[in-house]
């Protein structure tokens, strides 16, 4: 069993908790073992970076320090964490005199960081380390004839970590097409959700969130799937003021990428955290999740 | 002959009681920037025509006039742009420059200065959003929604402060809204981290 020390971050805690839910179900239905990083502290998503860089760093340091000593490689479910570690990491890993500062910091509380311990993203986990395949394996609800719009957002992809493709990805889609959905082509899918945006500039925040989802649902997408939790909650709790600001009518569903591959793999869509949300998943997924038992018996 | 431009018109332009010149300024801001120095610019306006933020029309200036603002020397004007401050880091300008410059970290670094010089445009949401964003995260090593929504919610009008409350309460019912802030256990050894860092001076 695959070992990782988790870095759940503090949206998860609340706000995105049906995230947390299902990505440990998930991961337990996999084989994956995933560790939560005991005293984890915020990664000081965009805010600290505004203010100043190596506080900020610091703060991403003392949790890969926590990851190393468990020697793990640490696992961020959240775009923005993962974007915040990764890049610590790399600053850290060439510049001796950052990590030489940093590790003073860090002997406060007892920590070193060695540079051992690498950064993942949650969904990289499942596409990379369990892979397609054995996903595909461990199916037995496959989401036949649900439309899956698959949002990628920004921080999993940029910036360029060496040379990979960030503009054509197919990671998503092929994850979607694995648990048996359908992944719907739109023009948006590697767009903004305008982060934190929606509190700092309201007025541009809503127009991007309109634009997306109604690209989404033009390309007739019955449910849009997320790896980031600002992504979900600024697509989804954001809907109802879009449509008042704009006099649209949107009302599509936004779920956690963990949710679908959970309804896959037959977990109960309560113990996936599905209900929480403002805007309901059961009338999209009924179909989904409903026929295929008897389909299949 | 780029070259030869820019620095003549840098020259000329900036203000004499200046120790360094502004580009100069704002090239030793770019720590975590592994790109190439803006004076490498070509003046395409791909960063432009890829933002969502400047292609809606919310930018005062666009990224790329940033740019060349900050290579003429007009400082005053790019530090009380919103340009920085309505930049949602979504890295698409940085992966599409043709020279392979970082704009996004540029965009980092301009907030960072005018945080640090307390220069921003006036009626911002954003910088106030940062500070207390850190503050927080000084005190208790956790984020907290309920803090921050203060930061923001005074400066709506009526009926967006209205929107936002009943998406609040929405979320409130739905049990995602945290009642009490989180804190971390090994909060002393945090903050002396922190002051470790930063010298704040007095212990809370």
Redesign the interface.
Known sequence: MKKYAYFPG??L?????SYHMSALETTRALGIELKELE????C????????????AF??CA?NLAMAEKEKLDLVAPCSGCYKNMY?TRE?LKHDAGLAE??N???S???LHYAGTSSVRHLIEVFVQDVGFDAIKAKVIKPLKGLRVAPYYG??IL???KAKED??QPRFFEDLISAIGAEPVDYLLR???C????I??????AL??VR?LLECAVRSKAAIIATACPLCQVNLE??Q??VN?EFGTDLNVPVVYFTQLVGLALGIPPKRLGIG???VAVMPAIADAIESEPALTK | MNATAETSVTATTAPPEDRIPFVEEIKNLL??SKGNPISTCIQCGTCSATC??AS?G?MDNSPRRIIALIRSGFKEQVLKSNTF??C?????C??RCPRGI?I?ELM?GL??FT?WRTEHQEG????T???T??KM?MRT?????PV?AT??LFT?GLP?MI??A??AT??ML?????LLP?R???LE??K???R???PLGDKE
């Not at chain 2, 911002?124 to 910088?127: F, H, N, T, V």
């Not at chain 2, 090593?141 to 929604?145: L, N, P």
Request: glycine share 4%; aromatic share 12%.
């Open positions: 503090c949206s805690e609340k706000m995105a908790h005293d984890w502290n915020c000081g998503a965009t805010a600290y970076f505004h203010v100043d860089e190596l506080l610091t703060l003392r890049f600053h500062h940093i003073e910091a860090l406060e509380d007892n920004c921080q940029r910036p360029r960030v503009e590697l767009s903004c305008s982060g934190a945006l509190i700092t500039n309201r007025r541009a127009s991007m634009n709790c954001y109802k003021q008042r929480s949300e403002l | 720590y975590a969502p933020v809606g919310f401050w309505y949602a880091s979504c890295y698409q940085t992966v970082d996004a980092y907030k960072r945080v911002l949401i954003g910088p959003f940062s500070e964003f850190v995260i090593g956790r984020s907290y929604e921050l930061t923001y709506y967006e929107l936002e009943q998406t929405s979320l739905k049990g995602r809204l945290p989180a971390i256990k090994r050894n945090f002396r981290m922190i470790h860092i930063i």
